[in-house]
């Protein structure tokens, strides 16, 4: 229920946020507020064993502290700016981790199922879209009867999907979102079909196997699985460790090859919410009639919370650079061709593992605009990559103003970090042809 508690105090505090007057009208964020205003007192306290005590009391309360944290100022004294600065990125990278947690939804009673997939929406922070309409379908809104505590989104949304007769759609397009539609008669449910852990669903769909009779070496047998995460998670990378398939059949004998090794990997396309994996094993005897179990092992890397970056001062900008959590941008400089603006910049992470190799292009994805003296939105008219390591990848995004830049900010929004996820799954009881 912790995660729970984060994630629905984050929510608040970002409503607080939006909307000042309200602030007082919540007592969880004015309690919150006023023991972050007592701790940070205490960071200036005579007593060391007092200012240290306050520095962890603060990086304990969590990512929700981190939007009350005072900001510095030529006035603070210097040892309360070094503590806070160490609590800031300490809170900057919870809340990065925050991302790869999975929240427990608790849903009971009889509603709807618009009720049931808002509350739903609500408890786990996934976004859940009805695309019916797309395909011409009634958009049903049928009684569902729940009877969940602490479960996995995956989880709550079978059972919900199931009593509702929807599945989900994979291919609407809708980055962060699970979209559906109803269920086709000729489709199983979906409890019963999968295992689930934490924020991913796996379930076995298709077994494919084929023998070369003229040469035995070309033999071919795979288990193929559809292996899910929640919406808004967005894995850059899906990494299957194939070195540490464990397979058995119904008589407990391994089925595993022994040269299997190394890593398959897939890159997700940014709009989906699932991938499906290839296990390759050795074609078995045909006396087997079931595999009795798979375990595997998966590594994601999977952005953190996205962050703002946003640099002032435009037109005489140069070298400038911005820290959150593992990740530093810099705006090295902002040159003009006639009506053109080229902004050069370069974000760096301290762990990017491989995730900024150069066949991978999600980073030029990320949200790069001006803003104007009036605060509208002013997206690039071009980009170009001048810099790609393995860490650090340098960009060139030109703007068509007429006027000059004074007034203008640019904004650029990237991932806090990038996290490696590991994952251990097992599948059991799947029928052979």
């Known amino acids: 229920m912790l995660v729970n508690g984060i994630l ?78 160490r609590v800031r990125r300490a809170l900057e990278e919870a809340s990065a981790l925050a991302v790869t947690k999975s929240a427990l939804v608790t849903l009971q009673g009889e509603m709807t199922l618009s009720a049931a997939l808002a509350a739903l929406e609500k408890q786990s922070g996934n976004s859940i879209v009805d695309y019916r309409e797309e395909f011409g379908q009634q958009t049903r809104d049928p009684q569902v009867k729940l009877d969940l505590k602490n479960v996995t989104f995956w989880t709550a949304f079978d059972q919900i999907a199931d009593q509702a007769e929807i599945a989900p759609y994979n291919f609407s397009a809708l980055q962060g979102k699970l979209a559906f539609v109803t269920r086709s008669e000729e489709e199983s449910a979906r409890v019963g079909r999968a295992k689930y852990q934490g924020l991913f669903r796996m379930e076995p769909t298709r077994v494919e196997a084929a023998r070369d009779l003229r040469n035995p070496q070309n033999n071919f047998f795979q288990v193929f699985l559809d292996f899910g995460w929640e919406p808004r998670l967005q894995p850059i990378l899906v990494s299957h460790v194939l070195s540490e398939l464990k397979a058995v059949d119904e008589n407990g004998k391994s089925l595993t ?50 962050e703002s970056f946003e640099f002032a001062d435009l037109d005489k900008a140069k070298a400038v650079e911005q820290r959150k959590a593992s990740v530093t941008v810099y705006l090295d400089q902002v040159r003009k061709n006639q009506d053109v603006h080229e902004v050069r910049m370069r974000v760096k992470f301290d762990k990017a593992a491989n995730a900024l190799e150069s066949h991978r292009t999600w980073i030029y994805n990320n949200p790069a605009y001006l803003l104007d003296p009036e605060g509208n939105q002013i997206d690039s008219a071009g980009m170009e990559a001048t810099l790609q390591e393995e860490a650090e990848v340098g960009v060139a995004y030109q703007f068509v103003i007429d006027a000059g830049l004074k007034g203008y900010k640019f904004v650029y929004r990237t991932p806090s970090a990038i996290i490696k996820v590991p994952m251990e799954y097992e599948v059991q009881e799947i029928d052979l042809p």
């Open 8 to 85: 629905a105090l984050s929510l608040l505090i970002g409503q607080a946020e939006a909307k000042p007057a309200q602030a007082t009208a919540n007592p969880a964020v004015e309690q919150l507020a006023a023991t972050v205003k007592r701790l940070v007192r205490q960071l200036d306290d005579e007593s060391l064993a007092e200012r240290e005590a306050a520095e962890q009391e603060l990086i304990a309360l969590g990512a929700p502290a981190l939007n009350l944290l005072p900001a510095v100022t030529p006035r603070t004294p210097a040892e309360v700016k070094d503590r806070l600065g």
């Open 257 to 306: 090859s022994d040269e299997a090794q190394g890593e398959s990997e897939i890159t997700p396309e940014i709009d989906a919410s699932s991938a499906e994996l290839a296990v390759p094993l050795p074609l078995p005897d045909r006396s087997i009639k079931k595999i009795a179990s798979i375990k595997g092992k998966i590594e994601l890397l999977v952005p953190g919370r996205i």
